[in-house]
């Protein structure tokens, strides 16, 4: 069984940066893409990044393109997102995700498409 732990949240100023990490178990780390996700108070959670298995694809949400980078470390079976330039609209709750998939290219932007989350990592982004 898959198990994912984030880490790295926190308080942040406006324009700061934070870079969260995703702890994956359980799984052959290079057969899942990544993704990550997040929900704000009141909102329904929302794609931000996601990582094809082979690292070699990514893909973004516009709003977080060019602030954020998701990578993907395969010996250490940790995915990350690097956020700069925050903004107090990126304040949610970040959630990791993990999607076995037989596809390298594979990045999916839909929250029903990943198989197991993590317990989510709050980030709090002030003006």
């Known amino acids: 069984q898959v198990r994912l732990v984030e880490s790295g949240g926190g308080l942040v100023q406006a324009g700061g940066s934070l870079r969260l990490s995703c702890a994956h178990s359980?799984?052959?780390?290079?057969?899942?893409?990544m993704g990550w996700f997040r929900q704000a108070p009141g909102k329904e959670r929302e794609f931000v990044a996601a990582?094809?298995?082979?690292?070699?694809?990514?893909r973004y949400q516009d709003s977080v393109k060019g602030r954020f980078t998701i990578s993907k470390d395969n010996a250490k079976s940790t995915v990350f997102l690097a956020m700069n330039s925050l903004k107090p609209e990126d304040t949610a709750v970040y959630y990791c995700a993990a999607d076995y998939s037989i596809y390298a290219s594979s990045t999916p932007t839909t929250w029903s498409a990943y198989d197991s989350w993590g317990q989510g990592t709050q980030v709090t982004v002030s003006s």
């Open positions: 990582i094809s298995r082979s690292g070699v694809v990514t």
């Open positions: 359980g799984g052959t780390f290079s057969s899942y893409a």
